[in-house]
């Protein structure tokens, strides 16, 4: 089946930007998306991209894609302690059903 | 968008006992599905609830253990049956449809002693 790989962990000093991974192997993935879930929450999308953008920047979040290598990242500028969270990465082609990445714990530390 | 609630939003249940979940959507959805998310794992979809009819089960689940109902546009349960510790999990329902976004419920997490 279709995969959706994300590094585990990524750690970051609060005003520094992040940028999370993300690679996906469907070349048919249509939509391209981005998830936030907060400790005993459930998921928020915060973004997404369609298939024929390379990138959509949404306040303090710039979401790359590069389709040739079916790359997708997330820059969060001048992270804060409450973007601490899980970060998921999704993909949905064909079908109606997104796959998802098994998510990247960010970690803000002062 | 759609907001989306589900209720209990968490609950802790002896083992052999069954516990129904549901979900309410605040606007009518094609789609509804039920996911669970281990602990320290990724989503695995469950199944589809299809209104009307039969859900559609992904590989590992069975409708014994696993029923679901749909019946309208905006509301769905599913049951975990037979309740086992290997079931404790966060159990999250989704609505969406194919060209949209996905959007979850807060999800909810059981413990199974």
């Known amino acids: 089946g279709e995969d959706v790989e994300q590094s585990l962990f990524l750690s970051v000093r609060e005003g520094d930007s992040s940028v999370i991974n993300c690679t996906y192997t469907?070349?048919?993935?249509?939509?391209l998306y981005w998830y936030k879930q907060e400790p005993g929450a459930g998921l928020q999308l915060l973004t997404y991209i369609f298939s024929n953008m390379d990138m959509k920047q949404d306040q303090r979040l710039t979401v790359l894609l590069n389709k040739k290598d079916k790359h997708l990242s997330l820059r969060i500028a001048d992270t804060q302690t409450g973007d601490s969270a899980i970060y998921f990465c999704?993909?949905?082609?064909?079908?109606?059903?997104?796959?998802f990445g098994r998510g990247t714990s960010l970690i803000v530390h002062p | 968008s759609a907001v989306i609630s589900q209720k209990p939003s968490r609950d802790i249940c002896q083992r052999g006992t069954s516990l129904t979940i549901q979900c309410q959507v605040d606007?009518?959805?094609?789609?509804m599905f039920w996911y669970r998310q281990q602990p320290g794992q990724s989503l695995t979809l469950i199944a589809t609830a299809n209104q009307g009819s039969e859900a559609t089960y992904e590989s590992g689940f069975v409708i014994d253990k696993f029923p679901i109902s749909r019946p309208n546009l905006t509301f769905s349960t599913l049951t975990v049956s037979n309740m086992s510790p290997e079931d404790s999990s966060i159990y999250l329902c989704?609505?969406?449809?194919?060209?949209?976004?996905?959007?979850f419920g807060p999800g909810t997490r059981l413990t199974v002693l």
């Open positions: 989704a609505a969406g449809g194919p060209n949209v976004e996905q959007f």
């Open positions: 606007s009518q959805v094609t789609m």
């Open positions: 469907d070349s048919s993935s249509t939509y």
């Open positions: 999704a993909e949905k082609g064909g079908s109606y059903i997104p796959t």
